[in-house]
């Protein structure tokens, strides 16, 4: 053996390489599942979701604390109908209380998904290893496209169009490019009309205070009427001058009945224009209260994201007041220079959203494993093995593809009778493939006054 060592030394070494780098690359392997880390235990919880889509294990997807990775995703189970996902934590971060609640968050748009962890407050008491955080408690990833399926189509067609409406308030008409980009003329006469919704508030506080004093103003103004008549019946003289005073004055008016016939004749156009804004403005009104209350599950689930969110606006709120503005001012001549580019883009968008999207399903196709059966990239391995030994062989001028020529008699007499005399590239690769011509068959006899052979039955 020792010989046989010393004739094949280098073979030998090289062989014991590949074995060294085989055992390294396993390592490293298993050194990045959590389940094999080394001399290194977690502290593993698990999270009932009641939807967990593209939540895989051993793929490297974090369990994260305030932006921080505090650990992976061990494993994903189903139980009950509840998808059950395990965390491994590192030690150093436990423990996690009862009232802990976990968010399940894209990275990217191809679902690179993670989990963001409140590990909740002391007070709950300690979630021991192995406890389960409950759906209550948890949110899954919710799409945009699951919000809009929710609606049925006239809340989506009125959402259409409150926000066709909201974008019309922003939108520069006199651009000569048609952008829907709302001009500086344009946010600023927004933002004037939305202060002045401050003094509408407030006298609309004051009046309905004034509106809950009512019952008492009015006690006092017919208590006050009542002594106003009283007043009145001691002044008879002064009340006759009155009335001739008034006499007088309903006649300067009567002679201009013509003036006021024409200001009368104009109020009927304008009620029936009144009527048809007002039958309009309940239209809408009606829209916009049944989207508001669609809206209204969207609204109970985004509490929890703005609630997780709070640690991360605390921590970043120094940085956007200190840092934020002058970074923006630099950062507007880069941001005109690449106005045009991100306008060619937001036209290649879709289309590359699409392209990856159906990449995304090939890639999936491939990689699908069901039970079983073997994914097509396992066949794929055999796939170069085989074509790997295809071209095994070679010479100086490079490598020699191997294969093996399968024949009938009737097929070779074709090739040598018909095909040669037509085709002489096809001679030559026949003569190149050491195929034996039909005579050399066993059982094949010449034909008598023709150059064609009898091939045996079979």
């Known amino acids: 053996m020792r010989r046989a060592i010393r004739n094949h030394r280098i073979d030998f070494a090289a062989i014991l390489v590949l074995v060294v780098l085989a055992a390294v690359v396993t390592g490293y392997v298993l050194e990045h599942q959590p389940a094999f880390h080394f001399g290194q235990s977690y502290y593993q919880v698990n999270a009932d979701f009641s939807e967990a889509s593209a939540v895989t294990a051993g793929q490297g997807q974090a369990v994260t604390i305030a932006g921080v990775p505090i650990g992976q995703v061990g494993g994903v189970t189903v139980r009950d109908g509840v998808a059950v996902v395990q965390m491994e934590i590192e030690k150093k971060y436990a423990p996690i209380y009862r009232n802990a609640t976990v968010l399940l968050r894209p990275r990217t748009p191809l679902k690179d998904m993670y989990l963001e962890l409140d590990p909740g407050s002391r007070s709950a008491g300690r979630l021991p290893a192995g406890g389960t955080i409950p759906t209550s408690q948890t949110t899954p990833d919710v799409d945009v496209s699951q919000i809009l399926s929710s609606l049925d189509s006239d809340s989506r067609n009125y959402l259409l169009l409150l ?130 209350h669609a809206l209204q599950p969207f609204a109970r689930h985004f509490a929890p994201a703005l609630k997780a969110s709070q640690p991360l606006f605390r921590s970043t709120t120094s940085v956007l007041a200190s840092e934020l ?121 010449p034909l008598p006054g023709t150059s064609d052979y009898s091939c045996p039955s079979g």
């Open 163 to 292: 926000l066709a409406a909201g974008a019309g308030a922003l939108k520069d008409g006199g651009s000569a490019t048609g952008s829907a980009r709302p001009s500086a003329d344009a946010v600023s006469s927004l933002q004037e009309t939305l202060k002045r919704f401050a003094p509408l508030g407030k006298s609309t506080r004051q009046f309905a205070s004034l509106l809950a004093r009512r019952q008492s103003s009015l006690r006092r103004a017919v208590h006050n009427l009542d002594l106003v008549a009283g007043s009145l019946g001691g002044v008879d003289h002064e009340l006759a001058s009155l009335i001739d005073a008034s006499d007088t004055n309903f006649q300067a008016i009567s002679a201009n009945d013509d003036e006021l016939e024409q200001t009368l004749e104009e109020f009927p156009g304008t009620l029936r224009t009144t009527q048809a804004s007002l039958v309009k403005l309940r239209s809408f009104a009606s829209a916009s209260g049944s989207t508001l």
């Open 325 to 445: 503005e002058p970074f923006s001012v630099k950062l507007q001549p880069l941001a005109s220079i690449l106005r045009p580019a991100a306008q060619s883009l937001k036209v290649s968008t879709p289309k590359l959203t699409s392209s990856v999207g159906v990449l995304n399903d090939l890639f999936n196709e491939l990689a699908y494993q069901g039970q079983g059966n073997r994914s097509y990239l396992f066949y794929g391995g055999w796939l170069a093995h085989i074509a790997d030994s295809l071209v095994s062989s070679g010479d100086a001028d490079g490598s020699i593809v191997q294969g093996l020529f399968m024949g009938t008699c009737a097929q070779l007499s074709f090739y040598e009778t018909s095909l040669q005399q037509t085709d002489k590239p096809l001679g030559v690769i026949l003569a190149l493939l050491g195929a034996p011509s039909v005579a050399q068959l066993p059982g094949v006899k």
